[in-house]
């Protein structure tokens, strides 16, 4: 199983990214050792996060993320939250 994830980071953007291990992937990033993206953005905080069959079309859903707007993306966050609150 893998998954696809967005997290909010400290400066109020997104980032998006894919695992096979969600919680330690998150808990990485969160202690500075993850991409170079979030690491001068900390914390972050996962806002979002979907499973996906395995990592070929985990690459692939989170490319059509990055594809995304970022209001697009924060209403992909929010329409989730309404079926499934954190």
């Known amino acids: 199983m893998y998954w696809v994830y967005i997290l909010q980071c400290g400066d109020g953007t997104l980032y998006t990214g894919s695992t096979n ?13 993850g991409a170079k993206y979030t690491r001068s953005r900390l914390p972050v905080t996962l806002v979002y996060s979907e499973p996906v069959a395995d990592r070929s079309q985990a690459l692939k859903r989170e490319y059509a993320i990055k594809q995304l707007s970022r209001a697009d993306k924060i209403a992909l966050v929010q329409s989730t939250r309404a079926k499934h609150p954190l």
């Open 21 to 33: 291990d969600l919680p330690a992937r998150v808990a990485v990033h969160n202690k500075g050792k």
